[in-house]
């Protein structure tokens, strides 16, 4: 069986700070995490840098999410 998954990317930025929300729809599981970037002002603007952190730290989220409910599914099976 194969299986494509999509997760939908949003960034929102602004001169000092990038937001990156993310949503993953799994089996008829929603999740969703939000990764923040914030600019040191005595850098100088590289937005490319912000859209990476941001990203990325959402995706931890959202790991740690799959993860949680994988988890939780197995503790169940072990249980009955």
């Given amino acids: 069986m194969q299986q494509e998954l999509d997760i939908h990317v949003h960034i929102d ?4 700070q990038t937001l990156a ?3 993953l729809n799994l089996r008829g599981e929603h999740f969703e995490s ?3 970037a914030k ?7 590289m937005p490319v ?4 952190l ?4 959402a995706l931890s989220g959202l790991t740690n999410q ?4 994988a988890q939780s599914k197995i ?6």
Avoid: K, S
């Fill in 75 to 80: 503790e169940q099976f072990l249980t009955v």
């Fill in 21 to 23: 929300f993310l949503e």
């Fill in 39 to 45: 600019r040191n002002p005595h850098d100088r603007p």
């Fill in 49 to 52: 840098v912000g859209e990476e």
């Fill in 34 to 36: 939000t990764g923040r």
């Fill in 13 to 16: 930025e602004d001169t000092d």
């Fill in 54 to 57: 941001a990203v990325a730290r």
């Fill in 66 to 69: 799959v993860m949680e409910a």
